[in-house]
């Protein structure tokens, strides 16, 4: 592996030092994505674009866990758990001008839950029941059941409020073409795979605060986002001085990073981000669990982390951080690395005859598994030290690496076997009900789990009114699918934000694997 000094000069005569203007500001991202409209995705690119240009009606705080008011001054909630009262801020417009009212937000979340618009994350929204308008700056926003996590779901990107004006005059280039939003930052143009550019807000005055010291407007009149997939191009461009903030530096050089006279480091703290492997487990191949659970504990997480993370992350043998809120401690225990028991486990599979490769047979169909991961930052390397582990039980992964704009589509077929991304929750009754809930196949449940018994652990859960019977069932939950093995958990990854020195005010948020945030505190 290249040093970090020598990292920078193999690649540092790609860039010149352009010493951009002051009111630009230059960020370096790893990667794209196929749209920006907020409503219609899963995929985390998406998510720090849309939360720069659209607000939702509450933000979440440093802390990871609390939200405070942004586009909602303030709100009460019914003794039954079903009923919140949202009062709007009566100073709030779009970047084209239009004021917001509550009109605006009941055709946001009323947008997210119409099945046309097949928005993979509505769930975060509640089981919405009926929204109402007493007054242009009240909105009724009722459930057909409690749902104790919706002030901190309604933070996520998809919660965003939208002009309907824009998506109706945008139509299928919505998010493509352009975006109508009351963020502090507003849309200018995107070339997909190369640069988005926005201008900042001038009328942006309703930052949340205290989390930022300034309400709005931003400090830089332009935001220029460039895509630079290659590590060791953006280590270069973050050295050279062509960019000045990334929340892509390469992992393997962060502790260089610290030590650098021109870099600032931050990280995001809280921060839960799982990297795993998830199983179709309704492809033959990976049917069946003793097959899975092979392949999860055939490998040695340790010598992952130490070899592609350079140790700056930790292995993981849960879905859920031990730190996490409602973590179940029974799961300890139930992923245990062993190789001797991986073949054994494949033998009883009837995975017992080898070709001359050594790779196993059954039936005259190898176990050749198809893999898809991002062809970005740390994916291959890290497919590449599984496949290694696997070839040694007598397992040919078959790895595809797909560019970040095509993966999300692919990934809502079935022809695959596995598939890898890193996953940032809030809590494990966030992941459980994200992932592994059967209303959510084909995605993001791409397992294709479907279990009664898990989803009646995850309706306890979701709709508990106290915190005892919540953690019962979400820790229930987490029990039946760690002991299927639908995952291999490789380990819980760090999220930094870095920036060069001229930066200043340039705090790492946790939210959904992205850093920046609003930005409004971000100077010279």
């Not at 390397?381 to 704009?405: F, H, N, P």
């Not at 652990?457 to 106290?466: F, H, P, S, V």
Request: proline residues 6%.
């Amino acid at each position: 592996m290249k040093t970090f000094k020598n990292a920078v000069l193999a690649v540092g005569a790609l860039f010149v030092t352009l010493g951009a203007p002051a009111q630009t500001l230059n960020m370096a991202k790893a990667l794209d994505s196929p749209h920006y409209d907020s409503q219609r995705t899963t995929w985390s690119p998406t998510s720090d674009v849309t939360h720069m240009i659209q607000d939702t009606l509450v933000a979440l705080d440093w802390d990871g866990k609390t939200a405070v008011p942004l586009l909602a001054k303030s709100w009460t909630l019914s003794p039954d758990g079903k009923l919140y009262t949202f009062k709007l801020r009566d100073d709030v417009q779009f970047c084209s001008g239009k004021k917001l009212t509550a009109a605006d937000v009941i055709y946001s979340f009323n947008r997210q839950k119409d099945p046309a618009t097949r928005s993979p994350y509505a769930w975060r929204a509640g089981k919405i029941k009926d929204l109402r308008a007493p007054d242009p700056y009240t909105v009724e926003y009722e459930l057909s059941e409690p749902y104790s996590d919706l002030l901190v779901q309604l933070t996520m990107f998809n919660n965003s409020i939208h002009n309907k004006e824009s998506v109706d005059t945008l139509g299928k280039d919505y998010g493509i073409k352009g975006i109508d939003g009351t963020g502090p930052w507003c849309w200018v143009s995107w070339q997909p795979r190369t640069e988005l550019l926005l201008k900042r807000h001038d009328a942006y005055k309703w930052g949340p605060t205290p989390m930022y010291k300034n309400a709005g407007p931003v400090k830089f009149e332009k935001l220029s986002i460039k895509i630079i997939p290659e590590d060791s191009s953006r280590l270069a461009a973050m050295m050279s001085g062509r960019f000045d903030i990334t929340t892509h530096f390469p992992t393997q050089f962060i502790d260089q990073a610290k030590k650098s006279p021109m870099l600032n480091v931050d990280e995001a703290k809280p921060n839960f981000q799982l990297n795993y492997f998830g199983f179709k487990a309704s492809r033959p191949l990976v049917a069946d669990k003793r097959v899975r659970e092979a392949m999860s504990i055939g490998i040695n997480r340790a010598e992952i982390v130490k070899s592609v993370m350079l140790g700056q992350s930790e292995a993981a043998y849960t879905y859920i951080d031990p730190n996490a809120l409602d973590f179940a401690p029974g799961t300890k225990g139930i992923v245990k690395e062993d190789v001797a028991r991986a073949n054994r486990l494949l033998d009883e599979a009837g995975w017992t005859k080898k070709g001359p490769d050594g790779i196993r047979i059954k039936d005259g169909v190898r176990l050749a598994p198809v893999v898809f991961i991002p062809q970005v930052t740390i994916f291959p390397r890290i497919a590449e030290a599984m496949q290694g582990y696997m070839r040694k039980i007598g397992v040919d992964w078959q790895i595809t690496a797909l560019e970040s704009g095509i993966m999300p589509a692919r990934l809502q077929g079935q022809d695959f076997d596995l598939w890898t991304v890193t996953v940032p929750y809030l809590s494990a009754g966030e992941l459980m009900n994200f992932y592994f809930d059967s209303s959510q196949i084909p995605a993001p449940n791409r397992m294709n789990w479907k279990d009664a018994a898990t989803d009646a652990a995850i309706l306890k859960g979701r709709t508990a009114l106290n915190a005892t019977d919540r953690a019962a069932g979400y820790q229930a939950a987490q029990e039946i699918v760690m002991k299927e093995h639908l995952w291999i958990p490789v380990m819980n990854t760090r999220m930094y934000q870095t920036s060069t020195k001229k930066i200043k005010g340039a705090r790492a948020h946790m939210l959904f694997q992205y850093t920046f945030y609003k930005g409004l505190d971000v100077s010279l």
